[in-house]
């Protein structure tokens, strides 16, 4: 099954806690994954913070286009206590 994202916010710099359908949730610290075109744009920490829930995609995305799959991100969650 693929993962589905709820809901997610920002925690601070690049980490941003998300909640999956599943019930499971924690943050994903993004730094380290800011590299090419699309995601050049969002090492700007305003822009970062911009981010949404797409409705249909069910993860996060940016005005700009970028976006990391939901799948990518479950593996990067860190379970906050």
Request: without cysteine.
């Amino acid at each position: 099954m693929i993962p589905r994202i709820i809901e997610a916010r920002h925690v601070q710099g690049y980490t941003i806690w998300i909640r999956f359908s599943d019930g499971s949730d924690g943050e994903v610290d993004l730094k380290d994954e800011l590299w090419g075109p699309v995601f050049e744009p969002l090492k700007d920490p305003v822009a970062f913070r911009k981010f949404q829930v797409h409705p249909e995609l069910h993860t996060i995305v940016w005005a700009n286009g970028a976006d990391f799959s939901p799948e990518f991100l479950r593996k990067s969650l860190h379970a906050t206590a």
